[in-house]
């Protein structure tokens, strides 16, 4: 059992009544008409439903049996047309899709139509995934629609198959057997994207690399399109914002520059003719060193609406970056990218989206809201979230990050009044924006189990769902994730629950309580670094961002500091410029206190931060009392994996832990409470310690 499968395991069920059931509502599979999509539709709900049910499920073109299970469109299907569902149809759009029971001409009908096979094939998962959580299908009326329109993984994959930031191996892209070689990842690749609503994948690093532009590499990239496109997906490639020089041998990128154009618009003419449907590009200009129109002093806007320009014509996107920020400017790097990309609200192209972190920092384990959401209405914002854990424990730490997700889409703009949630800014609804979406980036490599941390599935399973709808909860996607995953034994499922729900916050307390960030170790980002200084750039160290002195600690981002906060709307700069408001987990994240400053639990800060600090401990032990009392019910080569992931994660949270109260002890002066266990080492063993190698303190 090594977790490749992921969530589409089709093992057989176990509840042997509800299997006849099914059995008997499902009688025969009809997928009328033939294509590419259908087929996979087919080939999925004869394994899945074959798997589950325990006998052959094969695929007849009409309906022949009493109780029929229906796939298709109307376009596809006649019987399916005669069922009269247009209106229901068309309130499902594009990729939506309807779940229905039907009783027509004497047969009992389960019914998954959409209005393309796209539609139809998402619903198929919807139907397999009803089966694999065992809930009922009797009186199904169920309609679904995506919240977001482009539902993309961002995969960080270099052409040398490094992966930035990649924890679970090398790249899945097999760049030197393409085009001719198609490896059967790929496919179950496009399988599991499928099943959770992804439309999109940009297979290429932000940090990119021209030679995927070149002929050579296009077509690899046609290969792989080709193999997605029934699967719905869509690629897209990142472009280096300098390929006209490296690849055009230009003697510039300016993008106001008439041959700069004309061969971007060659370029994007040649890609279309390898991949007819290709996505567009994302582009990360003027950032970590990037090149961009800034070089040639043009702005963000001039840079995007050149290739937007390009792209137009063939109806691609351009996701351009707003992580953007520079050492040189002397202000907060919470406010740069909102102070460069406000001012270009309204100047974008309409086919521009501009690609936004949750955050205004840098993906850390808790970020409040990023300030740009609400405050660019007239360009649509995509959310860019990060599904591997850079700065939560990377591939050994267990954190679900549906909870971490869901806090920045549920968070309140209040852009225009209360109720203006993220969410709303990212759909387009909230200003009514053609386009929407939202991006992930990949946790993704050739590890047998794609992810390293059988629980990093579950981060990648959570990102496609709350693209298609945010609204379903943490616990309602775990809870699915779990039965698929393990099994739906009552008692599996609550504790393994139980875990995911608390593992980001206790993440979040061992690495960084109360508003703290940026603490991490010098280049690394997986152990603790609060002592980090005088590195070439101020905002790259943790003093910058902790400002841990005699007095207190914190970054003052009120008024009398940086006044990050003034780039909230008037409501939510009311809710946190007053430390006594300010709620506690985002406290040290918009003011510097004195450690003695009294928190709600009665405690002062510095006692807080040490309780928090522990807590971060203890609740990775709960975590592992409750996975040991599964011994048993869960097969045992995933058993002893997350046994030791958790091991080490234990370990690792001492480490946070430790280390970071005894650098903070150097400045508050005040003894650890008397309650909590104590450092196993000293600051200078700590401070010592090479990241490469776990601590072995
Ligand atoms: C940071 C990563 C860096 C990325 C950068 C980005 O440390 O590797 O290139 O973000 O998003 O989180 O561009």
Avoid at 125 to 146: G, K, V
Avoid at 282 to 303: M, T
Avoid at 404 to 417: C, H, I, N, Q, V
Avoid at 570 to 586: F, G, R, S, W, Y
Wanted: charged share 25%; proline share 6%.
């Amino acid at each position: 059992e090594d977790g490749y499968r992921l969530w589409q395991r089709y093992d057989l069920l176990q509840n042997k009544p509800l299997v006849k059931e099914y059995q008997k509502a499902l009688g025969q599979l009809v997928v009328q008409g033939s294509s590419p999509t259908l087929s996979i539709i087919e080939d999925e709900l004869s394994t899945g439903l074959s798997g589950l049910l325990g006998q052959p499920f094969s695929a007849a073109e009409n309906p022949e049996k009493k109780n029929v299970l229906l796939v298709g469109t109307p376009a596809t299907s006649p019987v399916l047309k005669g069922l009269g569902l247009e209106d229901k149809l068309k309130a499902v759009g594009k990729d939506g899709y309807l779940l229905l029971s039907r009783k027509a001409g004497g047969k009992n009908y389960t019914v998954v139509a959409a209005n393309t096979e796209v539609g139809a094939l998402y619903g198929s998962f919807h139907l397999l995934r009803l089966l694999q959580t065992q809930q009922r299908i009797n009186n199904l009326d169920i309609s679904s629609s995506p919240k977001t329109q482009h539902r993309i993984l961002n995969h960080w994959d270099n052409l040398d198959r490094t992966v930035e930031r990649g924890y679970a191996g090398f790249s899945i892209w097999d760049w030197h057997k393409l085009p001719d070689y198609i490896d059967q990842r790929y496919l179950d690749y496009a399988r599991a994207n499928a099943s959770i609503g992804i439309n999109g994948t940009v297979l290429t690093n932000v940090n990119a690399n021209s030679l995927v532009l070149s002929e050579e590499y296009l077509k690899k990239v046609k290969a792989l399109a080709d193999t997605f496109r029934p699967y719905g997906i869509k690629v897209y490639l990142t472009a280096r914002f300098s390929s006209p020089i490296e690849l055009g041998k230009l003697k510039t990128a300016d993008p106001l520059n008439p041959e700069v154009k004309a061969w971007w618009k060659n370029k994007v003419e040649e890609i279309y003719r390898h991949i007819p449907d290709f996505g567009g590009f994302l582009v990360k200009a003027n950032s970590e060193g990037q090149p961009g129109p800034q070089n040639y002093n043009r702005s963000h806007a001039d840079g995007a609406n050149m290739l937007a320009e390009a792209l137009a014509p063939k109806g691609g996107l351009v996701m351009w970056r707003a992580f953007v920020y520079d050492d040189k400017v002397p202000d907060d790097r919470h406010k740069q990218a909102y102070t460069e990309f406000k001012p270009l609200d309204g100047k974008f192209l309409p086919n521009v989206m501009v690609q936004v972190k949750n955050g205004a920092i840098d993906f850390q384990p808790r970020e409040p809201f990023h300030p740009l959401f609400g405050a660019m209405p007239k360009t649509p914002l995509m959310m860019e979230f990060q599904i591997t854990q850079e700065y939560l424990g990377q591939g050994t730490h267990l954190a679900y990050l549906a909870p971490m997700f869901k806090e920045t889409l549920m968070a309140d703009t209040y852009a225009k009044g209360k109720g203006s949630t993220v969410a709303k800014v990212v759909d387009g609804s909230l200003d009514n924006h053609y386009h929407s979406g939202m991006a992930g980036v990949a946790n993704i490599g050739n590890d047998r189990n794609w992810t390293s941390h059988p629980f990093g599935q579950a981060n990648w399973y959570t990102f496609g769902r709350l693209a298609w709808d945010y609204n379903l909860t943490s616990e309602a996607i775990a809870d699915e994730w779990i039965k698929m995953t393990f099994s739906g034994s009552p008692t599996l499922v609550s504790t393994v629950k139980q875990m995911m729900m608390g593992s980001r916050e206790a993440v979040v307390n061992y690495m960084t309580p109360l508003g703290l960030h940026h603490l991490m170790g010098w280049s690394h980002h997986y152990g603790p670094g609060p002592w980090i200084k005088d590195k070439p750039r101020a905002d790259w160290t943790s003093v910058y961002y902790h400002r841990a002195d005699e007095k207190g600690i914190g970054f003052d981002r009120t008024r009398t500091g940086s006044n990050a906060l003034s780039q909230y709307a008037p409501e939510v700069q009311a809710l946190l410029q007053n430390p006594a408001t300010c709620p506690e987990d985002v406290l040290l994240w918009f003011h510097h206190l004195p450690w003695d400053w009294k928190m709600k639990s009665g405690r002062t800060l510095w006692d807080e931060l040490c309780y928090k600090y522990s807590e971060g401990v203890d609740s990775v032990r709960a975590m592992q009392k409750d996975w040991d009392s599964l011994q048993g019910q869960v097969d045992k080569e995933r058993y002893q994996q997350v046994k030791q992931y958790l091991a080490i994660q234990e370990k690792d949270a001492r480490w946070w832990r430790d280390a970071c109260l005894l650098y903070f002890q150097t400045f508050s002066k005040r003894p650890i409470p008397q309650a909590l266990e104590k450092p196993a080492g000293t600051l200078e063993e700590y401070m010592k310690i090479d990241p490469k190698f776990a601590p072995g303190i």
